[in-house]
């Protein structure tokens, strides 16, 4: 066969080993080029993917202008080296032939830019077992996926340094977070979260840094910043790609600093705050457009975990389903069979996020609740089509019963947009009153055992005592 750099393989291309036995651990080796000279090991235990790129951040620096900032990354999957070109602007190429996402077993090689990658398979590396656990704190999951970042975890929760939590809406990045601060010794500290995405651009100068009185309209009287309330805990800045660009180097100074200037005031304010900050964007093509400091980012992402999404966390959609049915309080017994295998079937685009939606919806309208929308399961020889799960009437309602909340709103006659509404409406208010009243009105203990960050508690706790 002949190979042509011009050749495109369409979805990716999957190398089967012909005699090479499966493997765990992988040299990448430039071996030609401008970038000559430097190397990584990928391995099972690898905490995430091995990024390779011209960007001082990745993994493994190729120092060369045709070469993206972040061009490929590898990962190790069934005994085999996963490649994926992650958006390059000049492409990957295995063996002379384009590829977007490819399976090598070692002996390959990759070209990017104008350097050259050998990949070699080392036989007999065999890597330290994943702990058997599946979880840390409340950021649950027992794939994989998720054991290979727990021993990373654990160290950078004894440690001070900022951390950049990357991946999907939805992932569990807020979970992380607070799961960092509950786990490090600034845990008796506070813990503060500021969201680019939900504050006005003109107003988030102020919540970051704080203002004096008379600093602007409506600036009745002085406020601290959230820094200062950080002060000697956690600050979270979440979806910091969503940063005004002007904001970004006031920022960086007070990291640099580890001090803050009020709008409106002229004296520095010393603040001791361990940093963590998480986006769904790719930062490193925000810095290559320009809508992103690379100073800013060099300095908050001295660390970086990248939370997988759900579709690649193999096993994780059971756990996480029954652990959801269990704090929503959910019938004893856990989520139906049925359910659980429409669970699996889904792809999940909104990640976790999205299937505790999904199992509150159930639990509170039972037969009401929508049937997934998305990628459904394959019928089975039994039934032939996909599982639905209906939740039975209890044994004494009768049809028309009021004592029963979904017959009586049935019986209202409501459009099914507005009917559902009331419903979640109604079980959101009794959910979180009976677990404020069985925490004694304390917000983190309930917003713990439901399961949210406290920010995402606030806001349910805010939509229902605000609806008429």
Same mark, same amino acid.
């Given at each position: ?306 939370? &997988? %999404?759900?579709? #690649?966390? *193999? !096993? @994780?959609? /059971?756990?996480?389903?029954? +652990?959801?049915?269990? $704090? ?64 039975? &009437? %209890?044994?004494? #309602?009768? *049809? !028309? @019963?009021? /004592?029963?909340?979904?017959? +009586?709103?049935?019986? $209202? ?56």
């Amino acid at each position: 066969m002949v190979h042509d750099e011009d050749n495109t393989l369409q979805g990716s291309l999957a190398r089967r080993p012909s005699a090479r036995p499966p493997a765990d651990t992988f040299h990448i080796r430039v071996i030609d080029g401008p970038g000559a000279g430097v190397e990584a090991v990928v391995s099972e235990s690898t905490p995430s993917r091995v990024f390779v790129g011209s960007s001082r951040a990745c993994e493994l620096v190729v120092t060369d202008r045709r070469v993206s900032r972040r061009h490929l990354s590898a990962s190790v999957a069934r005994g085999a080296l996963l490649v994926t070109d992650v958006g390059s602007t000049n492409g990957t190429f295995v063996n002379g032939v384009r590829i977007g996402e490819a399976m090598l077993s070692g002996g390959e090689t990759v070209r990017i830019g104008d350097s050259v990658i050998v990949v070699e398979a080392v036989s007999g590396a065999r890597q330290a077992s994943l702990p058997p656990i599946e979880g840390f704190g409340r950021l649950l999951g027992g794939s994989v996926a998720m054991r290979k970042l727990y021993p990373l975890l654990d160290r950078l929760a004894q440690s001070d340094v900022p951390v950049l939590v990357e991946g999907e809406t939805g992932t569990g990045k807020e979970v992380l977070a607070e799961a960092l601060h509950e786990r490090s010794a600034r845990a008796g500290g506070p813990y503060e979260v500021l969201d680019c995405t939900a504050i006005p651009p003109n107003l988030i100068e102020s919540v970051l840094f704080g203002h004096e009185k008379g600093a602007f309209t409506g600036a009745v009287s002085a406020r601290p910043g959230v820094f200062e309330l950080a002060h000697g805990g956690t600050l979270l800045i979440d979806e910091i790609g969503d940063l005004d660009p002007s904001l970004q180097p006031k920022l960086l100074r007070a990291i640099e600093r580890s001090s803050v200037q009020r709008v409106g005031g002229t004296k520095w304010i010393q603040v001791d705050v361990r940093l963590i900050c998480a986006t769904r964007r790719d930062l490193e093509q925000e810095i290559a457009t320009g809508r992103f400091r690379d100073d800013l980012f060099y300095r908050m992402a001295v660390a970086r975990v990248e939370l &997988p %999404p759900l579709r #690649a966390r *193999a !096993g @994780d959609i /059971a756990l996480l389903a029954r +652990a959801f049915w269990e $704090r929503l309080g959910g019938p004893a017994g856990g989520p139906p069979e049925e359910l659980l295998r429409e669970l699996e079937g889904a792809d999940w685009p909104g990640n976790v996020r999205e299937l505790y939606n999904v199992v509150a919806q159930r639990l509170a309208l039972g037969d009401l609740a929508p049937t997934s929308t998305r990628k459904p399961p394959a019928p089975t020889a039994e039934s032939g089509t996909s599982y639905r799960y209906t939740r039975p &009437p %209890p044994a004494d #309602a009768k *049809a !028309g @019963d009021d /004592a029963d909340p979904i017959e +009586a709103l049935l019986a $209202r006659d409501m459009p099914y947009t507005k009917a559902r509404e009331v419903l979640v409406a109604e079980f959101t208010k009794r959910y979180l009153e009976r677990l404020l009243k069985r925490h004694g009105g304390n917000i983190s203990r309930a917003a713990q055992e439901a399961g949210v960050a406290r920010r995402h508690f606030y806001t349910l706790l805010e939509r229902t005592t605000s609806e008429p």
